[in-house]
């Protein structure tokens, strides 16, 4: 009798997730999990609410639109995103929270990082009484040309 072969499965990131989730500061509730779970398995990127909805609703995790919108806030003030205002109406989350800058791009509505190293920014205000600044955001507004 042969015993049955065991294939590779790739390890789960729910005890990693878990404690970065605990670490912020954040209960690390299933959905809060399905979150960063689709938000922090690949690469670094930008995505609004309704983005991350419709990829939940994909995955098979069954959440509002308004506990995605208090969670992505809730991981911003945790430090775990970075939130990118476009608009008073528009803002993308950002998974790197590193210091650099943007481009929005308007035919696509969609960020772009811009190393920080390509923006100098020089002769910034002193920051009011009692406060520092935290850090500076440039989004630069670009469109295809139209030839």
Known sequence: MTSPQKTAAEPSRGPCLMAVLRMAG???TRQR????ELLFSGEHRHVNA?????????AGVQVSLA?????????????????ISV??????????TTDHHHFYIEDEERIEDIPSESIRISGLPDAPDGMAITHVDVIVRVQKTRS
């Open 50 to 58: 309704e983005q991350l909805h419709s990829e939940a609703a994909e």
């Open 33 to 36: 999990l399905a979150l960063a």
């Open 26 to 28: 954040l209960r690390p």
């Open 87 to 96: 608009d008073a109406a528009r803002s993308y989350f950002d998974t790197d």
């Open 67 to 83: 506990t995605i919108y208090n969670s992505l806030h809730q991981f911003r003030q945790a430090g775990l995103l970075r939130e």
